[in-house]
């Protein structure tokens, strides 16, 4: 998968046309939005086209240029919200930001960068907002925004999968059992996280050892209490 805006256009049927999508891999359709113009980073709205959500991607097509068409896979949607502040911009929008495989991120990139001798380069637009003509179709727009990248988690590399790990108090009892001293104990609140690591699996035992030796230093501080008792 290419990170980032793309120019789309494979288009099908007359007129304006519909987006080419991939329902061979089990994308589809999930909503249709007429009259939303597209704002590309800080460049001036495009006119009024419509825009398609999927299942895998966001795509706005121009009503009037068949050649005209942006599409972004929402693995590259590093955030969306709903603006409608004025001073962000003049008119109620959902603002996203985007992942690009551009190696340059200074936030002066963009202005300078994203368009040479009259052309956009897509590669360094890393914001862009979707304005519908009617406003009050927003909060619907935004909820069906939402609803497909809740789609599109993002994936684990294997080698994150295999070390990331988080131990459940069974998984520590099971630990222990195995051969580690049962004098141990555990908080009994199942809603408290026993141990995080990024690669060392010796990690957990030490977290199981240092609960061990305090369990073992509260038995040996009350031996030591009672003693002085019996001898009061």
Not at 118 to 134: A, H, Q
Request: aromatic letters at 6%; glycine letters at 8%; one cysteine or more.
């Amino acid at each position: 998968m290419v990170l980032g805006l793309r120019l789309f256009t494979e288009r099908i049927g007359d007129g304006a046309g519909e987006p080419l999508l991939d329902a061979d891999n089990g994308e589809e359709l999930m909503h249709v939005q007429p009259a939303v113009s597209i704002v590309l980073g800080n460049h001036h709205p495009e006119a009024p086209g419509t825009l398609y959500i999927s299942t895998k991607q966001l795509v706005w097509l121009s009503d009037v240029d068949r050649a005209k068409g942006y599409g972004v896979d929402f693995l590259s949607v590093s955030l969306h919200a709903v603006s409608r502040d004025p001073e962000a911009y003049p008119s109620p929008c959902i603002y996203a930001q985007i992942e690009t495989e551009a190696e340059d991120d200074d936030d002066e990139s963009e202005g300078l960068d994203s368009e040479y001798n009259g052309t956009l380069d897509l590669s360094k637009i890393t914001e862009l907002r979707l304005v519908p003509s009617d406003p009050s179709q927003l909060d619907a727009l935004f909820g069906i925004f939402c609803r497909c990248v809740e789609l599109n988690p993002e994936p684990i590399e294997e080698a994150e999968e295999e070390h990331n790990w988080i131990f459940s108090v069974d998984q520590m009892e099971d630990e222990a059992s195995d051969g580690e001293d049962p004098e141990w104990h555990l908080s009994q609140n199942p809603t408290i996280s026993v141990g995080y690591s990024n690669g060392d699996h010796d990690l957990a035992q030490t977290v199981l050892q240092l609960q061990i030796n305090d369990q073992r230093f509260e038995d040996a501080e009350e031996e030591e209490s009672d003693g002085n008792s019996g001898h009061e």
